[in-house]
């Protein structure tokens, strides 16, 4: 996996383990290192092992075995509260009981900064997020995304290196998403702070990223920039998890030179690229992005085609997304851009389908 | 508002403009059909509202007949006082007009003594002489002597006039004086038809009223006595000495030389009688002092006056250790002043009983909200165990727990920490009551407290502390003050259970530790004052409604959850 090297990392994970009843791993050997200022997440479905990840970073769930590392030094018997890693709470967490101005303070007299200067620092991050006005307020009396700007304000308020966001955005809507996803990163990149970011939602990992990692079983799957990731999976996991995308089973036939041949389980043989497959004769599956597939296509000599036939057509708006069975597949999947010349395919159509044998890549079996 | 929303400018009917046309105009909203909207909503909403009436008319009125009735009957009880008046209505129309200087004139024995006679009669005397026990001793045992002792009087009546004349121990002649004809033509012919459905009321004869007005008041009263409450045949009673009583009066102070009607010759023969110095007679005032020298002092009388009007607030002066005087009200005297201490004592207890119970339950209700499920029921199981087990058992196994030769002194003497013959004494006073009350009412407050707790999200505490606060300030700033709702829940949960608690203290409370309940309870059950046992129960409620008034106006009842 691609590092930074553990010398200059701020945060890192030196194969950490956790297990919560003694039988069942749910971190496996987790190795994980973070440049100062970089933007991470981490995504994976549920029960994946990220949120655990985060709270040994922030401290309430002990490491079972390994160490954590803050700036060099081990973390794994500081209390969270002498961490000074600043949180985001999936429901904000805001103090039912306290006003605005009182939740930012919070953090500012624990830390026994005096009056004036708390004020100060307290007005400073509500304007940070445009909430100058709200400070009297009670968090109830708030709507979802204001609340989300004060749950921000307050972990940033006492100027942690470290912030940690634990789904944020779960609960707003998909417009506030869309804005507040622009806005923590324009924050975060204004600030120069280092963030780790739990989802379980792809779009936001995707957009809001420096480097994502996918979690699966306990496990980094793939940790890459958003490009990478979405381009080039490493494994069928990640191939699936990350957007779209379509995939035939076959055995390898042969392999050299950065390409290999597949065999499909139809009878068709394609060329595709090889990833994790290593020998001749092993299952492969290969995963091919819906809007890398051409209709028709024109893509001369190095291209494959395949015979299809439409089960259905829907139309998207900004896309045509249309079903068709290619080689066994009943369930694969092209898009097409919606433009004045694209032809709009009919259930029943037979057509021929075609791609560049390097945005097919031969992956794991699984 | 309609102008800004844009270009709209076409004036003809298309169905936005009507609809602001409809905001416009400042009229009632209307439905489509025309009605104003108001009404056809109210329409539509009748059935569900009927329906849901329906549902809850089966508790509503379980509650209204078995709850609220016997509460306001209750609380009605403790300034209800027709029993004077209604015993004894003749003499409270005398006594009106006395200023309660001295003693009350003749008059007033007269009024008493048809009175007493009437309530002798019913049976009804001792009913009184026991309510007005309560405001001057030895009231009862002065009228169940009166009772008894004031036929005395109409039986020197009586007896001379029946040596006089035979007939005025016999009804029928008795009929024929006073009764009107017809009715006495009709009541014969029902008892010839052999007593068959209601007996005619009794009339007095025309005139009668006018020649021996209280022989007719009396001879009226015995009649309907007769008629009315004993069912008897009119025909076949006699009348009471009291009618002698009257009659005597009427003919010494009338004439009736004018009277011709029905047995004329046996009314001027006796009235010859009466007016011959050989009669004997008593007066009223001679004849109450016969019977108790207690009638020739003026308390009596005071009490008498003082409460025959219909409504009374001498309970409510009673159950603060007041008493109303022909002078006004007052305090009582200090060695009879009980109930402000009760009342404070209540109070006081009920209070650190509250306190105790949140200081023990505070933390239970936080381990419980905090652990895993399935130990969490456990530990529920623990705390819900003592409602699974009677009352009595637990109360009485504290008086196991704590008495002198009980098991805690048992314990501390051998450990040495106490001398045998020093043991402590830690039952029937304040202390007993306190430990089994707390430990009676302590779920009361453990579950209130678990269930607000459990809604505490883990992660206030998770942000607190990632935020620096360290775990005292965390459970301070942050927990505690969430936890506030629960707490109130309980407080005034336990704190109403406790001011009105009844067995435990009355079982481990000695004479120190009772409560305001134990000395209701008696006056329900013992004394029979009910009077008073609901001007207390009233006074109890009215305490307990301005403590939930005070908890809402400064804690704010909205801060209360039970779950």
């Not at chain 2, 270009?7 to 298309?14: A, V």
């Not at chain 2, 009507?18 to 009404?39: E, I």
Request: charged share 20%; proline share 5%; glycine share 8%.
């Amino acid at each position: 996996m691609p590092d930074t090297g553990t010398s200059d990392a701020f945060v890192a994970f030196e194969r950490v383990q956790k297990s919560y009843d003694g039988e069942t791993l749910v971190v496996k050997d987790l190795n994980l290192n973070m440049p100062k200022g970089e933007f991470l997440t981490m995504l994976g479905p549920s029960g994946s092992g990220k949120t655990t990840c985060l709270m040994m970073l922030a401290g309430f769930e002990t490491a079972t075995h390994g160490e954590i590392k803050l700036d060099g030094v081990s973390i794994n018997n500081i209390p969270p509260h002498k961490r000074g890693i600043g949180m985001v709470f999936q429901n904000y967490a805001l103090f039912p009981h306290m006003t605005v101005a009182e939740n930012l303070s919070f953090p500012l007299e624990v830390r026994k900064i005096g009056k004036s200067e708390r004020e100060k620092k307290v007005m400073r991050a509500l304007d940070m997020v445009e909430m100058g006005a709200f400070g009297g307020r009670r968090p109830a009396q708030l709507s979802g995304g204001q609340q989300q700007r004060i749950a921000l304000a307050r972990a940033l308020v006492f100027e942690p290196e470290l912030v940690l966001m634990d789904e944020p955005l779960g609960a707003l809507d998909k417009q506030l998403r869309e804005k507040m996803q622009f806005e923590i990163t324009d924050l975060a990149h204004r600030l120069g702070i280092t963030v780790v970011y739990v989802t379980h939602d792809q779009t936001e990992a995707l957009t809001m990223s420096d480097r994502v990692a996918v979690f699966d079983d306990g496990r980094i799957q793939q940790l890459a920039p958003p490009d990478e990731l979405y381009e080039a999976p490493q494994n069928s996991f990640v191939a699936q998890f990350i957007g779209e995308n379509n995939t035939l089973e076959g055995v390898v036939k042969e392999i050299s030179g950065g390409r290999c041949t597949v065999q499909l389980d139809g009878g068709e043989v394609i060329d595709a690229v090889p990833v994790n497959v290593s020998k001749v004769g092993e299952r492969t599956r290969v995963s091919i992005r819906p809007e890398r597939v051409e209709v028709n296509p024109d893509l001369g000599e190095s291209a494959h085609t395949l015979k299809a036939k439409v089960k259905e057509f829907i139309y998207m708006g900004d896309i045509f997304r249309t079903r068709l069975s290619v080689a066994g597949n009943e369930d694969f999947v092209i898009k097409t851009r919606n433009r004045p010349d694209q032809v709009r395919l009919r259930p029943g159509d037979e057509v021929t389908i075609g791609w560049m044998p390097e945005d097919c890549r031969a992956l794991d079996a699984q | 508002m309609s102008d800004a929303t844009g270009p709209d400018t076409f004036d003809g009917p298309t169905p936005d403009n009507a609809l602001r046309q409809a905001q416009k105009t400042s009229g009632p909203m209307l439905a489509a059909d025309g009605t104003p909207l108001k009404k056809s909503l109210s329409r539509a909403l009748r059935r569900q509202k009927m329906r849901a009436l329906m549902l809850i008319a089966p508790l509503l009125l379980f509650v209204l007949i078995t709850f609220i009735a016997p509460i306001a009957d209750m609380l009605f009880r403790s300034v209800e006082n027709q029993i004077v008046s209604e015993t004894l209505p003749l003499t409270t129309e005398e006594l009106g007009s006395w200023d309660g200087e001295g003693m009350p004139p003749e008059a007033a024995f007269e009024a008493a003594y048809y009175d007493i006679f009437l309530a002798a009669e019913r049976k009804e005397h001792t009913r009184l002489g026991t309510r007005l026990n309560y405001e001057l001793t030895g009231a009862s045992s002065l009228f169940r002597k009166s009772g008894r002792g004031l036929d005395d009087i109409g039986e020197v009546y009586q007896d001379q006039f029946e040596d006089l004349d035979e007939n005025w121990d016999e009804a029928l002649p008795w009929l024929e004086l006073m009764g009107d004809p017809e009715w006495l033509a009709e009541q014969q012919e029902w008892v010839a038809e052999g007593e068959e459905g209601r007996q005619p009321s009794f009339e007095l004869s025309e005139g009668t009223a006018d020649i021996l007005p209280r022989t007719a008041r009396e001879f009226a009263v015995f009649a309907e006595y007769t008629q009315d409450e004993e069912r008897d045949n009119l025909l076949d009673e006699e009348p009471w000495s009291a009618v002698h009583t009257a009659l005597y009066q009427d003919l010494s102070s009338g004439d009736v030389s004018s009277y011709s009607g029905p047995r004329a010759d046996m009314l001027q023969a006796a009235a010859a009688l009466v007016a011959s110095p050989d009669f004997e007679t008593v007066s009223f005032l001679d004849g109450f002092e016969e019977v108790d020298e207690d009638w020739m002092e003026p308390p009596i009388w005071r009490t008498i006056k003082l409460y025959s009007p219909n409504y009374t607030s001498g309970y409510f002066l009673n159950s603060i250790d007041m008493q109303l005087t022909p002078d006004g009200i007052e305090a009582r005297p200090e060695n009879q002043q009980i109930y402000m201490l009760l009342f404070q004592r209540t109070l006081f207890m009920s209070l650190v009983i509250t306190f105790s119970c949140i200081l023990l339950g505070y933390p239970v209700a936080y381990i419980l909200s905090n652990l895993p499920m399935r130990s969490a029921n456990l530990l529920m199981i623990l705390v819900l165990l003592p409602f699974w087990t009677s009352l009595l058992v637990r109360t009485s196994a504290w008086k196991v727990m704590l008495q002198q030769q009980g098991v805690i002194n048992d314990v501390l003497v051998w450990i040495g920490l106490v001398a045998d013959d020093s043991r402590l004494t830690m039952i029937n006073n304040q202390f007993g009551t306190i430990v089994a009350m707390t430990h009676i009412l302590l779920p009361f407050m453990i579950l209130p407290m678990y269930s607000v707790m459990s809604t505490i999200p883990p992660s206030y505490v998770r942000a607190a502390k990632s935020l620096g606060a360290t775990n005292w300030t965390t459970f301070w700033r942050v927990y505690f003050p969430q936890s506030i709702p629960g707490i109130g829940a309980g407080s005034i949960l336990v704190f109403i259970l406790s001011i009105g608690y009844y067995i435990t203290p009355e079982i481990v409370g000695g004479t120190t530790g009772t409560f305001i309940s134990n000395r209701i309870a008696y006056h329900i059950s013992s004394s029979l004052n009910w009077g008073l046992a609901a001007a207390l129960g009233a006074i109890l409620l009215a305490v307990v409604l301005i403590l939930y008034w005070a908890y809402d106006r400064i804690v704010g009842i909205d801060n209360v959850k039970l779950g």
